[in-house]
């Protein structure tokens, strides 16, 4: 530490004094009610607003949760970033904002294990709570997954990006989106086929954004290794957080084995959502950080199966 100018103690005054110093004043007289049943609930009022609201709640909710899958660790916590909200009729000024974070705290009291099972419950039980006609809860969060390396079968921990969606309308019943973002190594075909030798290569961002069919269950299979497996396996090569030199070997080798194109990218990995009988629709998105360019290269192919069928 540097020395301070002066040495010497002071005699400070009382904090109460000090607050007072820096702009704190005394509590004016209190007329409002302090009661919850004796407060004007303006949010609650019941007029013609000029619009219905499609949607209307809170987002950017840190919290910490517990998440289950089939590839090692099979149980882990992490924290989950979530958004909840409902529609809004005309009729109505707002929402009641305390119930989503309310209902958060009441599920992790119990041990809330995140799921598509238990989010179609929570946004059930949300659109009651809030006298909705339905309610959306989307989470965000990384799910780590062990990962093997090559040669040696060293053991880290990977992650992907994980967002789970469930809305439930009293209507039409539950929507279950999620969306997996992980990254792969990708070679370029151009340049290993022009170069005497070797051929530049990048990192791959792979996104996939699927709608589930009405009729899926969890249990039977663990969706989330499904569409790693689906990213990884059509890349260049998987990424490892741990290799040696007999590992680098193997992923450099297999890499010029499998070079690939930010277009091959995605339609080989299409192929294999279309192949999955839980998916209903999809996109898949790559971007590939260059590393001969300043740019990024990119490319997306959406589809719909359900359309396809009724075709």
């Known amino acids: 530490m540097s020395q301070t100018k002066n040495s010497t103690l002071k005699q400070l005054p009382h904090k109460e004094i000090r607050h007072r110093l820096f702009g704190s004043v005394e509590p004016i007289e209190k007329t409002k ?8 609930d303006i949010q609650n009022e019941k007029k013609d607003f000029l619009f219905e609201l499609d949607s209307v709640g809170i987002t950017n909710v840190k919290h910490p949760i517990t998440i ?3 590839m090692k660790p099979t149980t882990q916590t992490t924290i989950g970033t979530f958004s909840f909200s409902s529609s809004l009729p005309q009729t109505s000024k707002g929402t009641n904002m305390s119930r989503f974070t309310e209902q958060l705290n ?18 059930k039980e949300l659109s009651e709570r809030l006298e909705q006609q339905d309610a959306t809860i989307e989470i965000s969060f990384p799910w780590f ?5 090559p040669h040696t079968e060293l053991s880290g921990l990977n992650h992907a990006d994980i967002t789970m969606a469930v809305t439930y309308d009293k209507l039409s019943g539950y929507t279950m989106c999620a969306s997996l973002g992980g990254k792969v190594a990708t070679l370029c075909p151009c340049s290993k086929e022009i170069s ?8 791959g961002n792979i996104t996939m954004e699927i709608e589930f069919t ?3 269950t969890e249990g039977a299979i663990d969706w989330k290794s499904h569409l790693l ?12 957080p741990v290799l040696k030199r007999p590992d680098e070997k193997v992923v450099t080798e297999t890499a010029y084995e499998n070079p690939r194109f930010v277009e091959d990218i995605v339609r080989l990995v299409a192929a294999d959502l279309y192949e999955m009988d839980f998916v209903s629709k999809f996109k898949v998105s790559c971007r590939n950080e260059e590393s001969i360019h300043l740019h990024d290269a990119i490319a997306s192919v959406s589809f719909d199966k359900s359309a396809k069928s009724s075709e």
């Open 33 to 40: 009610p302090t009661e919850k049943e004796n407060m004007h």
């Open 229 to 240: 497996e689906a990213a990884e396996s059509n890349a260049s090569s998987r990424l490892y």
């Open 106 to 123: 009441n599920y992790y009291s119990e041990g809330f294990v995140v799921s598509f099972t238990s989010l179609k419950a929570f946004t």
């Open 145 to 149: 997954f062990e990962r093997n390396a």
């Open 196 to 203: 005497e030798y070797s051929a530049h290569n990048q990192r």
């Open 214 to 216: 009405s009729d899926f």
């Open 68 to 70: 289950k899958s089939d």
